[in-house]
């Protein structure tokens, strides 16, 4: 009966896809986390298009950040003030989905719109160098770690094209979004509990079945 009820459901699923995709894309992300302030990198995707027009997608994305940075701190073990220049290698793994309405659906060009949600992992490679103000004498050590598990809550806005055949889109897209990085009032920590994030995406779209300029 189990069975009988889940091919029943995967049926009643597939009844309404009129279309499938499968899209790559460069991602270029700002973020208000100096660790991560400016980062590139690669994404992949697959979309569902159902018979409404509307879009259920899957999205991997890795993004690298080498952006040096530096900042002045006040030590919590003296007391002292002490500059901080740091040589990042972090990277940036991110899982998501994401179900965006489409509020155009004309014939060549669609815009979505819809809720995103993700979990994000954080590798953290960074050589630093620090002294105390106003001194000569530094210490050089590296951080090594993961932040794992990081839930991210955020909106997809898309507009997307037809070109050169119906099997073949372009789209561009941006998600701003807000990462839950660490516990509120967490004594000790420096990290911050949200992280913002903006990203912008150029997207190629290979559509596997006919778009609804054919139908």
């Not at 690669?42 to 991997?60: M, P, R, V």
């Not at 490679?125 to 794992?148: A, C, G, H, L, P």
């Amino acid at each position: 009966m189990k069975k009988l009820f889940l091919i029943v459901i995967s049926f009643g699923l597939l009844s309404q896809i009129s279309a499938q995709q499968i899209k790559v894309f460069p991602v270029f992300l700002v973020s208000s986390y100096q660790n991560f302030h400016a980062s590139i990198g690669y994404g992949i995707g697959y979309d569902i298009i159902s018979k409404s027009k509307n879009k259920l997608g899957f999205t991997f994305s890795q993004s690298f950040n080498s952006t040096d940075y530096s900042y002045i701190f006040s030590s919590g073990a003296d007391g002292k003030d002490y500059y901080r220049d740091v040589k990042p290698q972090n990277q940036k793994l991110s899982f998501s989905t994401c179900y965006s309405f489409n509020i155009k659906n004309s014939p060549k060009s669609d815009f979505f719109i819809g809720p995103k949600i993700g979990i994000n992992y954080f590798k953290i490679n960074e050589s630093i160098v620090e002294r105390e103000v106003n001194e000569s004498e530094t210490q050089s050590y590296t951080n090594k770690y993961w932040e794992n598990n990081k839930i991210g809550l955020g909106l997809s806005l898309e507009y997307e094209r037809n070109v050169l055949s119906d099997k073949l889109s372009l789209s561009f897209s941006t998600e701003p979004e807000l990462i839950f990085f660490s516990k509120f009032g967490l004594m000790g920590s420096s990290e911050p509990p949200i992280i913002g994030y903006l990203s912008f995406n150029l997207n190629v779209i290979f559509n596997l079945t006919k778009s609804k300029s054919t139908e």
